[in-house]
């Protein structure tokens, strides 16, 4: 869902923002799988895995980038 243009973008991860929206108006910090989805692509790295369930899952080169992500915003709790 992260390739095309970005009005395609934001048209097919509408719903996930609205969810993100919500929870941190809720007060809730948000670490964006869309995000680091969406960072990766733009460095030319693939955020899923290979696959049957590759367009669903991320994939193990996605997990560093996830880890640092949901860090940044345990470190903001603090």
Request: charged share 30%; with cysteine.
């Amino acid at each position: 869902y992260e390739r095309g243009t970005e009005a395609e973008v934001a048209e097919r991860t509408a719903g996930t923002r609205v969810l993100e929206r919500e929870a941190a108006s809720a007060g809730a910090k948000v670490a964006s799988y869309l995000d680091v989805s969406l960072a990766m692509d733009e460095r030319g790295e693939d955020f899923f895995a290979e696959g049957e369930m590759g367009d669903l899952h991320p994939g193990p080169d996605a997990y560093p980038g996830i880890a640092e992500a949901i860090a940044e915003q345990v470190r903001a709790c603090g």
